[in-house]
């Protein structure tokens, strides 16, 4: 039956209104505590009304403004001696402490737990057992129950194996493989100590029994699970079988202990089959301030015994529970469970797992990042490079643009030169022929002479370039002849050769009898303006060498005549003369190699500039003339 009642829904309500009126906030909690109280008597009968509701308590404190005082026990795990003698201590403590609040509040096994963890609690009360497997920083045992039974705190808990009289077990050997019956899978007393005495006696407390089965409290359970045929055997708390013989003897009669020890403990009064521990404990928690530790012990340590023998009294210490933690590797000492790495992995499987399918997520994770972000940067790549693509061929259609501007200004340039140079050119051949016509009637100076016939071949000559423009104007077809291409080369080669250093020029004729059907005005345009380029290609550059090649391929179909140059000229500048109209010289125009690749591809021919074993090579390509191509 429980000591007190817990208001978690009150104390909430009480903390919200501390701001209200100190009256409002009494009359709250009373209503509150009220409705608890009527549903507690409503769910449990035998409850005792004694002790004052958690929350009425909290209300005084908040009335008072006298400290709290908070007592957290596992109240399943009393017996009915055990019971009687924490009422009595706790009623005590309320009367010798007038200067707190006191609020006692019993848990289950885990809720106290996270209490002590999270400090909800200045004291509690557990056994010996419990307070050294939660044991840690701030935890001080202030004093420990002392009874009739055992008056001695360090010799008062201790476990005896209990089994059906009808049982054939006789023997604790013949526990191996069977069920017991516990109280709670981690008890201190049902599990911990009886394994303890099993390593003791040899054997091995891990795969000892064949199975553990929680039962429950009190200790009557376990005896009843076994009549059920739950368990075996019941492994309960020593003394559980003379109070049962008080109060329930038709089933104390029914059961049998096994594996007693000699009874030689002047202290212990009650049968065992396990060594003795320290009774329950009194335990403060780092929540407790110096001066409330103090006042409670003073109080426990003076506190007359009950009626019942129950008293307190402090532990020399608790070596024996730790060694017993120590020696079967639980509690606080679970750590030492793990001696290799089987251990360790068979321990902790679940979380392994966990963390290998997290590692898993993380690299897949990490892979799919890679993966998009190289997704993403191809996909810039490729929006670059389409945009510099597309800058490339806007550039290059304004030069066109350009360039077909500029040949288009050029055109009608070329038409109007062409049409206005007739007259001059006219006027300086008929004054050449007047001057001829004197010269007959009267002799003059051979050099006069030469100079006079010189002016008037050339006149005829730019009469035949701007006839030859103005047809191209006019859409007119070239007049075509068949040419001898090694007569016409050495015709150039030697006009080229009076302009040019002497060792410069070279003229390699490996193709004897080639004739090609061209204009010969057109053919003297292309190979003048091919070897004009080399010449000024070299220029300004030691050891400057232009070789004037005429060859032939694909079986004597094709002339080819190669202007090689080993002037240094770039990539860049080999690039630029491939494009009309672009030129790297200040004062070209860029129409020479555009007439030269025009011209040619009208005769069927075509014209490239590039590099070639280390030189310049300007090749223009054409088709060789035979009488049967032209027949045909």
Not at 367 to 388: I, N
Request: proline fraction near 5%.
């Amino acid at each position: 039956m429980p000591l007190s009642y817990n208001c978690p829904q009150a104390l909430r309500a009480i903390f919200l209104f501390q701001q209200v009126p100190r009256i409002l906030s009494l009359l709250l909690a009373a209503a509150t505590c009220a409705f608890g109280l009527f549903l507690a008597s409503a769910t449990d009968p035998a409850s005792s009304a004694e002790e004052p509701p958690a929350a009425l308590l909290a209300a005084r404190h908040a009335a008072s403004g006298r400290p709290l005082l908070r007592i957290g026990y596992i109240e399943q795990s009393f017996s009915p001696s055990e019971r009687e003698g924490f009422e009595a201590t706790f009623a005590y403590l309320r009367k010798r402490l007038p200067q707190y609040d006191v609020s006692i509040d019993p848990y289950l096994v885990k809720d106290l737990e996270r209490a002590i963890r999270e400090n909800k609690v200045e004291f509690f009360l557990g056994a010996s057992g419990f307070y050294r497997r939660v044991y840690s920083r701030g935890l001080r045992d202030i004093a420990t129950m002392t009874t009739r039974v055992a008056p001695n705190p360090n010799q008062a808990i201790a476990t005896v194996f209990l089994v059906p009289n009808e049982s054939p077990i006789k023997t604790v050997a013949d526990l191996r493989g069977k069920k017991a019956a516990v109280n709670w899978l981690n008890g201190w007393s049902g599990v911990f100590i009886p394994l303890k005495e099993l390593q003791d006696e040899g054997y091995d407390p891990d795969n000892f029994f064949g199975g553990l089965v929680a039962a429950g409290s009190p200790m009557r359970k376990l005896l009843l699970a076994v009549l059920r045929g739950e368990a075996d055997v019941a492994m309960s708390r020593s003394c559980t079988l003379e109070e049962l013989r008080l109060t329930e003897p038709g089933l104390a009669g029914r059961f049998r202990p096994i594996g007693l020890k000699p009874d030689n403990l002047s202290d212990f009064k009650c049968l065992r089959s396990t060594e003795v521990y320290p009774n329950w404990t009194f335990v403060s928690t780092s929540l407790a301030p110096w001066q409330m530790s103090r006042d409670v012990a003073a109080a426990l340590l003076t506190m007359p015994k009950t009626q019942n023998g129950t008293g307190w009294a402090v532990v020399s210490d608790f070596t024996q529970v730790d060694n017993l933690y120590k020696s079967l590797r639980r509690g606080p000492y679970e750590y030492l469970r793990i001696r290799s790495v089987s251990d360790f992995i068979k321990r902790y499987w679940g979380i392994i797992c966990l963390g290998f399918m997290g590692i898993l997520a993380l690299i897949f994770h990490s892979w799919y990042v890679r993966y998009l972000v190289s997704v993403r940067t191809r996909e810039l790549r490729e929006a670059v490079q389409k945009e510099r693509e597309a800058e490339a061929a806007q550039k290059l259609a304004l030069e066109q643009i350009q360039s077909l501007e500029r040949i288009s200004t050029i055109g009608a340039v070329s038409s109007m030169i062409t049409h206005e140079l007739n007259g001059p050119i006219s006027v300086i051949s008929n004054s050449c022929n007047a001057l001829q016509r004197q010269f007959e009637r009267s002799p003059v100076p051979p050099q006069l002479e030469k100079a006079i016939e010189l002016i008037a071949r050339q006149c005829e000559k730019a009469s035949g370039i701007v006839n030859h423009v103005r047809n191209y104007v006019r859409h007119r077809d070239a007049q075509l002849e068949p040419i001898d291409l090694a007569a016409e080369l050495t015709r150039i080669f030697n006009a080229w050769l009076l302009k040019t250093p002497v060792g410069m020029l070279h003229l390699d004729i490996q193709a004897q009898g080639i004739s090609v059907f061209w204009n010969r005005l057109e053919l003297e345009l292309c190979l003048r303006n091919v070897t004009k380029n080399a010449i000024e290609a070299c220029e300004g550059y030691k050891g400057a060498r232009i070789r004037i090649v005429l060859t032939t391929q694909d079986a004597g179909s094709k002339a080819i005549i190669s202007v090689l140059d080993n002037a240094p000229t770039g990539e860049d500048e080999l690039e630029k003369h491939s494009r009309p109209l672009n030129t790297s010289k200040a004062t070209g125009t860029g129409l020479g190699l555009l007439i030269v690749r025009t011209l040619c591809e009208k005769a069927s021919g075509n014209f490239t500039i590039g590099r070639l074993d280390g030189l310049t090579e300007a090749r223009i390509t054409l088709p060789i003339f035979n009488k049967e191509s032209a027949h045909g």
